[in-house]
């Protein structure tokens, strides 16, 4: 094929980089944020390419660009040459593994667990350099140009690939000197006359939502203490102020040493999975691709994440 004046090998390729990537986010804010360029370069690399292809590859709305049909086709075309590209490259012995690495995760488990993975994988990749972000919102990785997000539960967006890793489920827990004030509860309609700890909006009314043995159950509750992230909520539970919900892998400890009792066991809803995710439709840089292998060989022997036997 003949490269025209001013056009390497190279430029295209990065040109169907960000194609793609306006695809994927739908505007030219979106793909420049994602590939962390600047506006204008995102724009002249899609008029390059309308003119190096001769049609109109993106159709203007007045919310988003879609792809007109030459636009799919290219779109398809592209994405199988980066994704060979990205096989051919990461097939190299010694490929760079560097840059900058932009990972989130929820704020406890990423404390806990996420920021040890990555002291760790500093230490293989000098030339690597990350920005973790813990967070209990979930954000979005194309807009906020993420590369890759520790999740808990179920993914809202087709437009991400996940890896499972593990599971937690939401437990019922109290203090052993509050169970024995008040007693233990037998079935969720017992929680009507319980002191209730919960991490939510003032002001708010919930509804703890079980299931078991193909039964499901709705208990609306009053907390008596509510605050805004769960350490406090399990600080609170610990002194006996009341019973409290949690994950799994945040109140493992306190079950261990007893501090903490597990309640109605056989009515907790379906394990949730824990999952590593990156942007989908796109080929995956050594520096991600790296963190990945090496985060979910971390991940699936961590202990509190782990299936349960028989559960």
């Known amino acids: ?135 209990d919102r979930n954000l979005d990785l194309i807009e906020e140009g993420l590369d890759l997000a520790v999740r808990i539960g179920a993914l809202p967006s087709s437009r991400l690939v996940a890896r499972k890793v593990g599971e937690v489920r939401r437990v ?44 499901e159950a709705g208990v609306t509750i009053t907390p008596r203490l509510i605050v805004n992230e769960v350490e406090s909520v399990l600080i609170a539970a610990r002194s006996g102020r009341g019973l409290a919900r949690a994950l799994s892998y945040q109140v493992a400890p306190d079950l261990a040493e007893g501090t903490l009792v597990r309640l109605l066991r056989e009515w907790e809803p379906p394990a949730a999975p824990v999952q590593l995710v990156v942007p989908g439709g796109q080929h995956l840089a050594p520096k991600v691709r790296a963190f990945l292998d090496h985060a979910a060989a971390r991940l699936q022997h961590l202990p509190v994440i782990r299936p349960e036997v028989g559960g």
């Open 172 to 215: 019922l827990v109290g203090a052993p000197d509050y169970l024995e004030r008040r007693g233990v509860p037998q079935r969720p309609s017992d929680l009507a006359g319980h002191d209730t700890i919960a991490s939510i909006a003032a002001g708010q009314t919930l509804i703890w939502r079980f299931a078991g043995s193909g039964r």
């Open 1 to 135: 094929m003949r490269i025209p004046s001013g056009a390497t090998k190279l430029d295209r390729l990065d040109e169907l980089s960000i194609f793609v990537a306006i695809i994927d986010t739908g505007s030219l804010a979106g793909a420049a944020r994602q590939l962390r360029r600047s506006r204008p370069a995102v724009t002249r690399a899609l008029a390059a390419l309308e003119r190096r292809a001769g049609v109109s590859l993106i159709a203007r709305t007045t919310r988003q660009l879609m792809a007109t049909e030459a636009g799919r086709e290219l779109a398809a075309s592209a994405r199988r040459i980066l994704s060979e590209y990205d096989v051919s490259l990461s097939g190299v012995a010694g490929a760079p593994v560097r840059g900058l690495l932009r990972i989130t995760a929820p704020l406890a488990f990423g404390r806990r667990h996420v920021a040890p993975i990555v002291a760790e994988f500093l230490d293989l990749y000098p030339e690597v350099q990350v920005e973790l972000t813990l967070s």
